[in-house]
Protein backbone atom coordinates (compact mmCIF):
# COMPACT_ATOMS: atom_id res chain seq x y z
CA UNK A 1 0.00 0.00 0.00
CA UNK A 2 1.23 3.56 -1.19
CA UNK A 3 1.34 6.47 1.78
CA UNK A 4 -1.36 8.32 -0.01
CA UNK A 5 -3.28 5.29 0.46
CA UNK A 6 -2.34 5.00 3.97
CA UNK A 7 -3.66 8.86 4.34
CA UNK A 8 -6.48 8.31 2.70
CA UNK A 9 -7.74 5.44 5.21
CA UNK A 10 -6.60 7.25 7.74
CA UNK A 11 -9.14 10.13 7.21
CA UNK A 12 -12.19 7.92 6.24
CA UNK A 13 -11.46 5.79 9.80
CA UNK A 14 -11.29 9.07 11.27
CA UNK A 15 -15.01 10.11 9.78
CA UNK A 16 -16.19 6.52 10.26
CA UNK A 17 -15.42 7.44 14.29
CA UNK A 18 -16.99 11.02 14.16
CA UNK A 19 -20.06 9.06 12.97
CA UNK A 20 -20.17 6.12 15.13
CA UNK A 21 -19.34 8.67 18.23
CA UNK A 22 -22.56 10.76 17.09
CA UNK A 23 -25.10 7.83 16.79
CA UNK A 24 -23.87 6.39 20.28
CA UNK A 25 -24.58 9.73 21.68
CA UNK A 26 -28.04 9.78 20.26
CA UNK A 27 -28.51 6.08 21.20
CA UNK A 28 -26.95 6.60 24.71
CA UNK A 29 -30.54 7.35 26.31
CA UNK A 30 -34.20 6.51 25.35
CA UNK A 31 -37.46 7.01 27.30
CA UNK A 32 -38.75 4.56 29.05
CA UNK A 33 -41.34 2.23 27.13
CA UNK A 34 -39.51 2.87 23.44
CA UNK A 35 -37.01 0.89 21.99
CA UNK A 36 -33.31 2.72 21.43
CA UNK A 37 -33.06 3.18 17.29
CA UNK A 38 -29.48 1.74 17.70
CA UNK A 39 -27.67 -0.77 19.87
CA UNK A 40 -25.72 1.90 21.50
CA UNK A 41 -22.84 -1.02 22.87
CA UNK A 42 -22.56 -2.32 19.85
CA UNK A 43 -21.56 1.35 18.23
CA UNK A 44 -19.15 1.72 20.92
CA UNK A 45 -17.51 -1.91 20.70
CA UNK A 46 -17.45 -0.92 16.19
CA UNK A 47 -15.95 2.40 16.83
CA UNK A 48 -13.29 0.93 19.78
CA UNK A 49 -12.82 -1.62 16.35
CA UNK A 50 -12.42 1.60 13.94
CA UNK A 51 -9.73 3.20 16.33
CA UNK A 52 -7.49 -0.02 17.10
CA UNK A 53 -7.00 -0.39 13.59
CA UNK A 54 -6.90 3.66 13.64
CA UNK A 55 -4.11 3.35 15.74
CA UNK A 56 -2.37 1.32 14.22
CA UNK A 57 -2.40 2.70 10.59
CA UNK A 58 -1.29 6.35 12.25
CA UNK A 59 1.83 4.08 13.94
CA UNK A 60 2.48 3.10 10.00
CA UNK A 61 2.50 6.15 8.48
CA UNK A 62 4.06 8.03 11.37
CA UNK A 63 6.92 5.21 11.04
CA UNK A 64 7.34 5.88 7.15
CA UNK A 65 7.31 9.56 6.97
CA UNK A 66 9.76 9.51 9.58
CA UNK A 67 12.15 7.25 7.48
CA UNK A 68 11.06 8.30 3.88
CA UNK A 69 14.01 10.62 2.41
CA UNK A 70 12.87 13.56 0.56
CA UNK A 71 16.39 14.88 -0.33
CA UNK A 72 17.03 18.60 -0.27
CA UNK A 73 13.87 18.94 2.19
CA UNK A 74 14.87 16.25 4.85
CA UNK A 75 12.52 13.23 5.82
CA UNK A 76 8.63 13.37 5.17
CA UNK A 77 8.52 14.38 8.58
CA UNK A 78 11.09 17.52 8.09
CA UNK A 79 8.92 18.17 5.09
CA UNK A 80 5.32 18.32 6.75
CA UNK A 81 7.11 20.30 9.83
CA UNK A 82 8.67 23.19 7.24
CA UNK A 83 4.70 23.30 5.34
CA UNK A 84 3.34 23.71 8.35
CA UNK A 85 5.17 26.46 10.10
CA UNK A 86 5.06 28.24 6.26
CA UNK A 87 1.43 28.07 6.34
CA UNK A 88 1.43 29.37 9.86
CA UNK A 89 4.17 32.37 8.72
CA UNK A 90 1.92 33.01 5.74
CA UNK A 91 -1.01 33.83 7.53
CA UNK A 92 0.63 35.44 10.05
CA UNK A 93 2.16 37.52 7.37
CA UNK A 94 -1.20 38.06 5.64
CA UNK A 95 -3.25 38.93 8.85
CA UNK A 96 -0.18 41.74 9.48
CA UNK A 97 -0.88 43.22 5.95
CA UNK A 98 -4.71 43.51 6.62
CA UNK A 99 -4.16 45.17 9.72
CA UNK A 100 -1.78 47.80 8.18
CA UNK A 101 -3.99 48.28 5.40
CA UNK A 102 -7.12 48.35 7.21
CA UNK A 103 -9.29 45.62 5.64
CA UNK A 104 -12.71 44.83 7.44
CA UNK A 105 -12.38 48.12 9.30
CA UNK A 106 -15.05 50.28 8.71
CA UNK A 107 -14.45 54.24 8.26
CA UNK A 108 -10.55 53.78 8.02
CA UNK A 109 -9.89 56.93 6.24
CA UNK A 110 -11.03 60.25 7.66
CA UNK A 111 -14.43 62.05 7.30
CA UNK A 112 -13.08 65.55 7.77
CA UNK A 113 -9.97 67.40 7.81
CA UNK A 114 -10.19 67.70 12.08
CA UNK A 115 -10.49 63.91 12.02
CA UNK A 116 -7.57 62.33 13.13
CA UNK A 117 -5.76 59.97 10.27
CA UNK A 118 -5.21 56.57 10.75
CA UNK A 119 -1.71 55.73 9.42
CA UNK A 120 -0.18 52.36 8.39
CA UNK A 121 3.00 51.23 11.05
CA UNK A 122 3.93 48.36 8.41
CA UNK A 123 4.97 48.44 5.08
CA UNK A 124 1.96 46.69 3.45
CA UNK A 125 2.96 46.14 -0.40
CA UNK A 126 6.49 44.51 0.60
CA UNK A 127 4.46 42.11 3.16
CA UNK A 128 1.50 41.14 0.74
CA UNK A 129 4.99 40.42 -1.57
CA UNK A 130 6.56 38.14 1.39
CA UNK A 131 3.31 36.14 1.29
CA UNK A 132 2.94 35.61 -2.33
CA UNK A 133 6.66 34.13 -1.71
CA UNK A 134 5.52 31.92 0.84
CA UNK A 135 2.15 31.07 -0.55
CA UNK A 136 4.62 30.14 -3.94
CA UNK A 137 6.90 28.22 -1.21
CA UNK A 138 3.65 26.26 0.50
CA UNK A 139 2.57 25.16 -2.88
CA UNK A 140 5.92 24.10 -4.10
CA UNK A 141 6.27 21.65 -0.87
CA UNK A 142 2.91 20.55 -0.82
CA UNK A 143 3.36 19.34 -3.98
CA UNK A 144 7.09 17.46 -3.21
CA UNK A 145 4.97 15.99 -0.34
CA UNK A 146 2.03 14.45 -2.47
CA UNK A 147 4.59 13.24 -4.70
CA UNK A 148 6.18 11.47 -2.28
CA UNK A 149 2.92 10.10 -0.63
CA UNK A 150 2.43 8.20 -3.82
CA UNK A 151 5.78 6.93 -4.50
CA UNK A 152 6.75 5.62 -0.80
CA UNK A 153 5.29 2.41 0.37
CA UNK A 154 3.80 2.10 3.90
CA UNK A 155 6.20 0.51 6.42
CA UNK A 156 4.98 -2.15 8.52
Known sequence: MKLAEALAERAEATRRVEQLRARVVGSA????????????????????EVLGALETLIRRI??????????QDGTLTDALARRDVLRLRHSVVTAAADAAAGTGERGYGRQLRSELMMLSALPVAELRGQADVLAR?????????????????LLD
Open 29 to 48: RYQEGETPAEDAAQLLAEAG
Open 62 to 71: NRTNAAVEMG
Open 137 to 153: EIREIDVRIQRTNWEAD
